[in-house]
């Protein structure tokens, strides 16, 4: 049976991001919960076993409800923190499972449009060739000026080096973000209201999601103890970011709110 009193906080993890999405917040989380379960969402992974092809709608769900499940059956009280696209499927498990807090960081359940996300991105891959290319000419002047580049692109400069060789530069990648579009589409696509105490947090130089998505799903919060925290200085990026203790504070205040 259950442990009385037990606790356990599902995590899940961002589109093209993976496990250490809640490094920076994760000792303060073993220290309030039984369990920490950070499940790796299809396709995706370290380095050596990421692969977008493996990437799709159908399986995404299916993982994310075995994996609140199987808490479920071993846990009194569940919360549920998601970052990104894992924002927008915590809020959707929201519509489908009782559990108890909903924490969204940056959840993109609506982003610039696509259009805007592969101009963007368009804009990056350039970059990311050029990069390769000065990398493979041992050319460090030019190396340096496309880091830069790329720093300034994504916000911050030391995260941006991790997706940059690894990820962008493989072309499939144009299908997985149809999947994501798709993922998104069915997070929202019967989302009315979030019952659940909710905490929203977002920043104001997220290249991503606008405040205006941010607003609309603070609006379908109808517990009364939810909560929007808009901070000026963070990127998408959010715990990512080079110091998120900010946000880590505001995240372990409502955890440890009764």
């Known amino acids: 049976g259950k442990k009385t009193m037990s606790r356990a906080i599902l995590l899940l993890h961002g589109f093209l ?3 250490n999405d809640f490094d920076s917040i994760n000792d303060e989380l073993l220290k309030r919960y039984d369990r920490v379960y950070r499940p790796i969402l299809p396709g995706h992974g370290d380095a050596d076993v990421c692969d977008y092809n493996k990437f799709n709608r159908e399986d995404t769900f299916k993982v994310l409800l075995e994996a ?9 009280t569940i919360d549920v923190m998601g970052f990104s696209m894992g924002g927008a499927l915590a809020t959707y498990l929201s519509s489908v499972r009782s559990f108890n807090k909903l924490i969204l960081v940056s959840p993109a359940n609506h982003y610039f449009n696509p259009k805007s996300l592969i101009t963007s991105t368009v804009y990056a891959t350039k970059i990311f060739f050029a ?16 880091y830069d580049m790329l720093g300034y692109f994504n916000g911050d400069r030391k995260a941006s080096l991790g997706f940059t060789i690894r990820k962008y530069i493989k072309t499939y990648i144009w299908k997985a973000y149809k999947e994501f579009a798709d993922i998104v ?15 929203i947090l977002w920043g104001k130089l997220d290249q991503l999601v606008p405040e205006k998505s ?32 900010k946000i880590i504070d505001e995240i372990l205040q409502f955890i440890d709110r009764k």
Do not use: G
């Open 17 to 19: 991001s993976e496990m």
């Open 68 to 76: 609140f499940d199987e808490l479920a059956a071993e846990y009194d």
């Open 131 to 146: 990069l390769e290319k000065s990398i493979i000419k041992k050319d460090e002047a030019e190396k340096e000026a496309y």
């Open 185 to 199: 589409r069915n997070c929202n696509k019967d989302l009315k209201e979030i019952k659940n105490e909710t905490l």
């Open 214 to 245: 941010i607003q609309e799903l603070y609006k379908m919060c109808t517990n009364e103890k939810s909560k929007l925290v808009i901070f000026d200085e963070y990127t998408h990026l959010m715990l990512l970011s080079t110091n998120p203790q």
